[in-house]
């Protein structure tokens, strides 16, 4: 049969406090002739350590008993009183059933003596209230310590459907413009719409899959950018240009999935592209390190801009708990500094 407890350190607790108790009573039982030899020593520690644990097991079902009675923060007060009273009493009542037993079975040829017992039930009552203070303070941080570890986990529960919901979010009329650049390419150059096809489909592919991790290794994302540049080029001709420069020590380093992709649709919906005026977008990195993708700014002027890509950037890097990207802006041109993450730095959510 598995005994209750009230606290998963109910034994360390008694197993530090009851040995003195017990040792206390019966010197106030025996005086000096507790340890005088090993015969009522041994005997009588056995004896009202058995009567102590006994008692430290009924104060834990009286702990219960008032915790179920009494569970709101607001009873605490009254739940606490009143379980130290009966901690109290149970203890007492026990000291007394010690004396009361030495003396009718004449144990070691002991006689009640009132003042002894008197002292033996007051000391034993303030180690009572000692071991219930140690008892409430641990149930206290173990309820806490619940409590804070389940608002962490629904914390963390609602950052990954925060995560999720922002990934989610890519441009629905990138899939029927690259559609529309597909059927003209089908008719005018087949093998273009070949290669089209395959890297509109490596594109959406990484689309599908960059739910499975909320961070992707950098040599990933740009591959992926490269589809994607593919597909933006071929709509865009001599219009759009992308240089990529990243050294080969750090494409081993993280970042959110599809950072690049929102940073390089910012720059395309928001730029004009003439031939004699391209839009060139650099990607490249800097101290810290960090990666740098700007563009030469050229501002569309009858486009709004809710700034949501960026928005889900940065939001990205504040629920993973990153530094803050940077957004630099001067008259010629726009970047945005985001900060690389190494692999033992990812954040688990």
């Not at 009588?44 to 915790?67: D, R």
């Not at 071929?234 to 494409?251: A, H, K, N």
Request: aromatic residues 12%; charged residues 20%; positive net charge.
């Amino acid at each position: 049969m598995k005994l209750a407890y009230y606290t998963k350190k109910d034994w360390v607790i008694i197993g530090l406090l009851l040995p003195p108790v017990i040792i206390l009573v019966n010197y106030c039982i025996f005086g000096k002739r507790y340890f005088s030899g090993a015969g009522i020593f041994w005997w009588s520690t056995l004896l009202s350590g058995g009567f102590g644990l006994i008692s430290w097991y009924l104060q834990i079902l009286i702990a219960l008993v008032m915790n179920a009675r009494y569970p709101k923060y607001n009873q605490t007060i009254r739940r606490v009183l009143l379980s130290m009273a009966l901690y109290v009493a149970v203890t007492v009542i026990t000291v007394a059933l010690v004396f009361v037993l030495y003396d009718r079975v004449h144990f070691f040829a002991y006689e009640l003596n009132g003042w002894h017992l008197l002292l033996a039930c007051v000391s034993s009552a303030g180690a009572s209230v000692l071991a219930a203070s140690f008892h409430e303070g641990v149930a206290f941080y173990e309820k806490w310590k619940k409590v804070t570890d389940e608002a962490e986990q629904l914390k963390k529960e609602n950052l990954q459907t925060q995560l999720e919901s922002l990934k989610a979010q890519v441009n629905p009329h990138f899939l029927f413009n690259s559609l529309n650049s597909l059927s003209s390419l089908i008719s005018e150059d087949p093998t273009k719409a070949e290669k089209f096809l395959d890297e509109m489909c490596k594109v959406y592919r990484y689309l599908l899959r960059n739910n499975e991790s909320d961070l992707a290794p950098l040599w990933v994302e740009m591959q992926f950018i490269q589809s994607y540049y593919h597909l933006l080029k071929t709509r865009y001709g001599e219009s759009l240009f992308l240089e990529i420069d990243i050294p080969d020590e750090l494409v081993w380093y993280r970042i959110p999935s599809l950072t690049l992709q929102m940073l390089v649709e910012n720059a395309v919906k928001h730029n004009m592209m003439l031939k004699d005026r391209p839009l060139q977008i650099m990607i490249t990195t800097v101290a810290g390190p960090r990666l740098l993708i700007s563009n030469n700014l050229q501002r569309k002027k009858r486009i709004s801009s809710n700034k949501v890509g960026l928005n889900n950037i940065v939001k990205k890097y504040k629920l993973l708990k990153q530094d803050d990207i940077i957004v630099q802006e001067d008259e010629k041109t726009f970047a945005v500094v985001v900060p690389l993450i190494k692999v033992e730095d990812e954040v688990v959510i």
